[in-house]
């Protein structure tokens, strides 16, 4: 069996890096500067990204979940530092969220390849 280099998993999953080999990028440029293309399996260990049709239904819970925590935490320094009313605190959240939306979006596909090789590892 081919030993691969490895990084800690909090460092692989910041960095977008194949969860088997964390050699290769997941994605063709980073998350945090755009929209980037995903690729569709891992160029060093040949690992499938994208297993079956709807693999990412997943991450769009763990999005939904980032993006509750993300509302939340804004709206609640508004509500901490402002004294407009909670659904003025809440749009603004909501609104200066927008631009999060993509990054957040990407970063739970991250998060879901990486926890479905936790559960279910595909062998090389």
Same mark, same amino acid.
């Given at each position: 069996?081919?030993?691969?280099?490895?990084?800690?998993?909090?460092?692989?999953?910041?960095?977008?890096?194949?969860?088997?080999?964390?050699?290769?990028? *997941?994605?063709?440029?980073?998350?945090? &500067? %755009?929209?980037?293309?995903?690729?569709?399996?891992?160029?060093?260990?040949?690992?499938?990204? @994208?297993? @079956? @049709?709807? #693999?990412?239904?997943?991450?769009? #819970?763990?999005? #939904? %979940?980032?993006? &509750?925590?993300?509302?939340? *935490?804004?709206? &609640?320094?508004?509500?901490?530092?402002?004294?407009?009313? *909670? $659904?003025?605190?809440? *749009? =603004?959240?909501? $609104?200066?969220?927008?631009? &999060?939306?993509?990054?957040?979006?990407?970063?739970?596909?991250?998060? =879901?390849? #990486?926890?479905?090789?936790?559960?279910?590892?595909?062998?090389?």
């Amino acid at each position: 069996m081919e030993q691969f280099p490895r990084t800690t998993v909090l460092a692989g999953i910041f960095q977008q890096l194949c969860p088997r080999c964390r050699s290769a990028k *997941i994605f063709c440029s980073s998350i945090y &500067l %755009g929209f980037p293309r995903m690729r569709h399996d891992c160029p060093v260990c040949n690992l499938k990204f @994208e297993r @079956e @049709e709807g #693999y990412f239904l997943g991450a769009m #819970y763990i999005s #939904y %979940g980032l993006a &509750l925590v993300t509302i939340g *935490i804004l709206a &609640l320094i508004f509500w901490l530092l402002t004294t407009w009313s *909670i $659904v003025k605190d809440v *749009i =603004w959240a909501v $609104v200066l969220f927008l631009p &999060l939306a993509v990054p957040i979006t990407l970063f739970a596909r991250v998060l =879901w390849i #990486y926890l479905d090789q936790a559960i279910d590892p595909e062998r090389v």
